[in-house]
């Protein structure tokens, strides 16, 4: 399977800024839509971005104009810039993206929806 590796996670104060990387861990052959969730305690995973193969993007109220996702497809890579952080924004962040691989050993096309393993953000007041 694909695995997705996310960083850039950490602690800032309110007002600041942050920016998480999204990669997967092996060579794929195609990457449709990426997209962004988060996950605060006691509450249900949400999405606050995602992008399409050709860059539309979608974001929900609560972070519009201050969070841009984008992607690099020579790196098969998605970014999330957040700014004007607030606590509310306080989550494990995770990435999202389907697309297709080679599955081993035959090299047979499969596809992959696949979710990387959170990285915390923490905005203090």
């Known amino acids: 399977q694909v695995q997705l590796v996310e960083s850039g996670g950490g602690l800032v104060q309110a007002g600041g800024s942050l920016k998480l990387s999204c990669a997967p861990s092996r060579n794929i052959l195609s990457i449709n839509a990426m997209g962004w969730y988060r996950q605060a305690p006691g509450k249900q995973r949400e999405l606050v971005a995602a992008?399409?193969?050709?860059?539309?993007?979608n974001y929900p109220d609560s972070v519009k104009g201050r969070f841009t996702i984008s992607r690099d497809n020579a790196k098969n890579t998605a970014y999330l810039q957040m700014n004007n952080l607030n606590p509310e924004d306080t989550a494990d962040y995770y990435c999202?993206?389907?697309?297709?691989?080679?599955?081993?050993?035959?090299?047979?096309?499969?596809?992959?929806?696949?979710w990387g393993q959170g990285t915390q953000v923490t905005v203090s007041s």
């Open positions: 999202n993206a389907e697309g297709t691989y080679r599955r081993r050993p035959y090299s047979v096309v499969e596809p992959f929806n696949s």
């Open positions: 992008i399409t193969s050709g860059g539309s993007t």
